[in-house]
């Protein structure tokens, strides 16, 4: 397959773009044929020879054949008559600019399932919920009573969960390496985090037998928790410090980076017993901190294991690893095991590995919340790699066209919110950070341009900005797309191209917000993140992997709670996601349903009232009322562009496993702009460069970039998975030549 091919699906030149002639009618090998046919016409020189070819040519369905007349360039005021828009605009015509009908030539869905109606799904019994049958208490499981004394009065923690019964009853007397899979927020951090606490403790003990001091925090560093963001870091670490207020002669502390090194050499010079780091900082501070001492570790957890595995740390933890091999002395406190335990956890964790890198693991335990994955109900050969979500998670798909994207997001979260009280937390995950950028600005922007011109004309600067005042980074403002009157949407960013500090407090505001709220974020959010009270997770771009796709959705439904998501396919290959989607759930998918994209619609933006305008006609009006928005102001054009090419550009990472579901050739870029608010044609659709203030973050985003995208979909671009075909390599090749090709072009501005 020739790179060119792949190459025309992307908005790199006006050489390299040429557009194609569409056919419709008879069968999809009839087009085909037509298709070809026309291409080699194209090439041929004779026009007699390609009369006598066409003559002869079979076409059972005689379905026409030759190119379309050439389309009339058609303006706003066509469109408007033809979709519903009546008003005269104040745009000037620009040439290169192209107005299509919302929905006009729209492809349909290949998959004709009944969707069902809002609230048909069945629920299903909790499946991460603490065990509350009065069996299971966390001192049955061997913790001391006055641990689980404080767990139950000071964090209100009543019962075990699943995977915390089956975690602390084998790491509490076991020495043995160890997998812990399990649901997304099923308590995975306590299930490790309480046994180790537990015998660290214990050391105590021990030590006083033999008439010696107790454990404090300069009798070594027991522990090492390794995450992979430094949020999730943070996170473990307030879950620990909790924990240890009944110990409180442990110390435990974090290194994680986006904090002067100063201050974190000071704290390891203080001594530490329990140390919670991202991968990158400790292997720094292994190498230039002395005062580090790790010959007393004896516990080093993985916190998402698969993760950091296949992100990008692969080199710093086996840098890691070795070091800590090569340090290790016996202890000098009594009680301290003599080997080094090391315990991996995850949702998503492929438990059939011994060796990963330069860690063995030696005869490792597989600690399972459910024993009846065991059983004969266990999954069959091709669905051992895919993961469980919680069973009360009701997720639904929606198969929508591309132009319908923008507008159809717009009216679910309008419809989510209509009323106060029934959703409180959403968060939509986007493939790239330019894609956040501009729907925030696109969501928060002022709706009611006659006020906007007003205040403009006025001059009116000292009226402080709203957006401004809500957040002094501008990461949050209100969400006026899907707010109204009776409840106002607070809006919310998120991306690992922010500032640190940026990110942790925008994080931080979502979490304590008790106004209903959405976050629009990348895949920064994906893993770990315990925030409360996230009832909707809405997939607006698809997972670049099914395992991201689990924590993504695990954001929500999380110990016991109830939970809903939507993921956004489009018409085509993606339909065969749903598959992938059912794999998740033990009866194969009876919470698992398909909501009619045009139902979307027609609550979002229709009204019972039959004097107004139809849902068809408010629709229109509002994305012609955004291409105007955008068209208006250069700064949010060319977010606009830049989120579509970042976009697109992600599009083709998706893991090799799963692009053909996710095929650059089927996107149809030209109705995708659509729902970028864009009227350019995509070959005009070319943003060199870093986009603005991104200077001040470049260190960050490398660091994110060369984690969390690039190397992590490595795996998937470039170890050639079984049953790759042509087109993933040719997929791969044309990656590389837009590397190569374009100025900024590796810059997808992913995490
Ligand atoms: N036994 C328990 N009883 C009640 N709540 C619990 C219990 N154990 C943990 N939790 C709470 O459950 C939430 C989720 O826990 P945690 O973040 O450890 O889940 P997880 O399995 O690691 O999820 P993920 O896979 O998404 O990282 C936290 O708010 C935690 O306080």
Redo the contacts with the bound molecule.
Sequence with gaps: MADDGMLMNFSIADTVIKPEAKFKGGTWRDRLVAKKRLAHRGSEKDPKDAAARNATSKNPNQIQIGPRPAKRQRTEESSHRSGGDRRPHQTPRDPRHFVSSLFTSNPEPRNAEEPKAEGEQEDAKPT????IDGLDT?TNLGLSPNLAAH?LTK???????A??KSSIGQLMKEESDAFIQ??????????YLLPLVQRIMDLSKVTKEHNDNQVHRDSGLFAIVLAPTRE?CK?ISV?LENILRCANWLVCGTVIGGEKKKSEKARLRKGLNILVATPGRLADHLDNTEALDVSNVRWLVL??GDRLMDMGFEEELQGIVKKLDARQRPSRVPGVPTRRTTIL???TLKMNVQKLGEISLKDAVHIKADPEDEDENAPKKDEEDSFRVPAQLKQSYAIVAPKLRLVSLTAYLKRTFIRKGSVMKAIVFMSCADSVDFHFELFSRNQDREQQKKDEEEGDKEKPDEKEELSPHGTIAPGRAFSNPGNPVLLHRLHGSLPQNVRTATLGSFSRSTEACVMICTDVAA????L?NVDLVVEYDPAFSSDDHT?RI??TA???RDGRALIFLQPGCEENYVEILKRGYRDGGKALTRTDANEILKRGFGSNDSRKKNWEEKTTDWQMDVERWALENPEYLEMARRAYQSHVRAYATHIAAERSMFNIKELHLGHLAKSFALRDRPGKINVPGLRPGQEDTKKDFKAARNGAAGTKRKAGAEDKAPGTTDLDDAARKMRAKMRENMAGASEFNLA
């Design positions: 991460n919920a603490p065990l966390f767990l964090l209100e923690l009543k019962a075990p969960t995977i915390q399990a649901e997304t927020g099923s308590g995975k951090t306590l299930a999730l996170q879950v916190d998402e956890c995850s949702a893993r770990g993140l315990d409360p924590h695990g954001r999380r110990v016991g």
